[in-house]
Structure formats: structure tokens, C-alpha cells
């Protein structure tokens, strides 16, 4: 690994020269945010509608919830780095499709299932297992493609308008699926999704844009070897390893909220399906508003300030989760939607900031393992999260495992703090810290 200033050779695979003069008129880039955007309202359908399937078709609790989300972070674990070197030997896009088509069978197991009326609670757990590990591979292509068709210039611009369709999708397809669920069962809801994953594969078959070549398999190191490489970028770089740490913070938080939100809301606090689905729906709006303004954040406040607002942002409206009253439906509702406005809009920010600081620090040879590991890093904080939300929903109640997450969240507030992220002004200047 080497820390250099840019170079012809390095920039070449970031098409600056030839780039549109806007990401709307490159037809590339118009096919991949399209088919992330239909992917993504299939998806929303299917993260409320799978544990829905468990709670109210199988009858499941905590534990059971919590192994469900537990099993597709051990899928990350066991496939993340691999699948990062992986993409960075192969061309993203192929690996892209492959991983929608591969999603789209998995998913379209559970409805067929219950059809025939055999669905069962481990058939779910594998389900959710198989189309995460297909996920890792998807989610590592996909950040490594986008260099490769976008300038590094308009990285903010580009993640921006893919997070803004993300979150139109999330306020779609969270509330279509609690409406779903309601009228026809969960499971005939998450057979949306896999319709989604056809038709993003078919989208993304359709750009004809070459990527840069990648290394000829006589110049490849062993995987292990190559694994260990983006380890070591990682770990080397003050920037990146800070963005680990910190990334991983929230994900302790999600992994949380991922075991016990549902069960919270319905519960505790008296909601439906289908006012969970328009409540968590909602704050698409937030993180709409969040893409939106990331980039003028950035002019304004700085890359790295714009990123340590975002997390602290996150994490005060995370807080207002465990403020719902028992039983008070109509208080309860009005803190879950500001929790959702508040903390997807300040966390979206976040996160286009710091996928495009990334992609754009990174040479493309190395993109696919680096954003592997980091991932790795946050999935495993959010696994703990998973489980000890499970257990401590279980023992103590839902209410003390949101305060465990939100330690998580805090952290990652002080970690960018005291890093030099913190002193990052531009995408731009990131980008001059070349890591090839």
C-alpha cells in the first residue's frame, strides 16, 4: 500500500475527462440508480415484512427475531472479505447481476412456501441467511462500480441521488409492506421483492459502458494475501480506520434496533403492521431531506465536520426511542416518527459523506476489499448488537437494550471527533490522499 498524490494512471478509471455535465445525462449512471431505486422499494417491502412473517405467521419473540437478523451478519462475516477480494479480481458489474437474480430465488422461496403451506421459521432463518451472503457480494460490487463510471468530482452528487431514492423508496416501500402484510400476509409482500431484484438485474444487464480491466490472473496474489491488503489499508490510514470504528458504533446501534424495534412498537407501544410500515416509512422524508443537503453541508461546514454532525444528529434522535410510553399509542407514534425524521436525515448525510470520502481516497484496485473490511468491522459490532439485544430484550426489557445501542452511537460521535476526519474540507481533498 502506498499514500501518494494523484496520478494519470491512478485517476484513469474515474471518467473525469469525458464525464456530462451533469450525472442525469450520463445513461450509465442512469441505469444503475434506477435499478437501485426499484431494488430498493422491494427491499423496504421485505425488512418489515420477513420479521412480520415470524412475529404474526410463526408467532415469534425476541430470540427468535434476533436470530433471523443475527444470521445475516454471520453471512457478512463469512463471505465480506472474500467477496471483497473477489470484486476487486472481477468486473463489479457481472458480479451485480448475478447476486440480483441469485436474491431474487431466495426471496421467492418464502412466498412459494406459504402458498403450499410449509413455510417455517427455519426456512426464514435460511432465507434471510442466503440472500445476505448474495448481499455482501452485490454491496461490494456496487460501491467499487461506481468510481468507475462516475467522476470522483461528482462522487457527492452521485451517492447523494442514490440515497435520495433509497430514502423515496424506504418511505414507499416501508409503508407499502406494512400495508401488505395487513391486507395480504407477509410473505405474498416480500414476493415484491424479488420481483425487484429481477428487474434491477435486468437494468444493470442493459449498460454497455466497459469498466477498467482488472488484474490478469497471473498478477493476482493468493486471496488470503489480497485479503490481508485491504486489512492493512485500513488499519494504516488515520481516515479510514476512524471511519471503521465509527461506522461501527452505529451499526452496534442498529444491530439493536434490528432484534427489537418491531417488537417494541407492537407491544409495548400498541401499533399495527400498518402504522409501523408508514411510521418507519416516514423517515424516508428525513433521509430524502439528509441527500439533499449533504452536499451543500459539505460547502458549508466541511467533509469531516459534516460527517461528525451527522452521527451526533443520529444518535439524539435515536434517543427518543426509549422515551415512548407503554401503551400510549398516539405519544408513542409521534416519538417514532421524530426519531425517523431526525435520525435519517442527519444519518444519510452521513453516510454520502463518507462513501464518497472513501471512493474517493481509494484506488480502484483495492476500493472492493477496503469497503469489505469495512464492513466486516461493522458487521460484527452489529451482530453483538443483534444478540445482546436479544438477550437483554428478553431479560431486562426492550427499553434497556435501545440504552446499550445508543453507547454505540455516542462513540461514534467522539471517534471522528478527535480523528482527522474532522479536519477533512473537500471530497476533493480526499481524494488527493491517494491510497493505491
Sequence with gaps: MSVTEPSPVADAAAPEADAPPSIWQDSAFVRVWAAASISYVGSFVTRSALPLAAIYGLSAGPLELSAIRSVEFVGWLLMGLVAGAWVDRLRRRPVMIAADLGRAVVLGSIPIAAIFGVLTLPHLIVAAFLAAILSVYFDAASSAYLPAIVARARLVAANSALSASGSVAEFTGFALGGVLVQIFTA??????????????????????RPEPARPPAADREPVLREIREGIDVVARSPILRALAFAHAGTHLLWGVFGATYLLYATNDIGLGPAAIGLITGIGGLGAFVGAAFAGRMVARLGAGRTMALGLAGSAFGSALIPLAPSGAVMVGAALLIAQQLISDAFGVAYEVVEESVTQAMVDDRLLGRVKATIQFVTTVTALAGAIIGGIVGELVGLRAAFLVGLVGSVAAVVVVWRS???QLRTIEEAGRIRIA
Design 187 to 208: 410473505p405474498i409482500a416480500i414476493a415484491l421483492d424479488a420481483l425487484s431484484f429481477l428487474a434491477s438485474g435486468a437494468l444493470l444487464a442493459s449498460i454497455r
Design 420 to 422: 482527522p476526519v474532522r
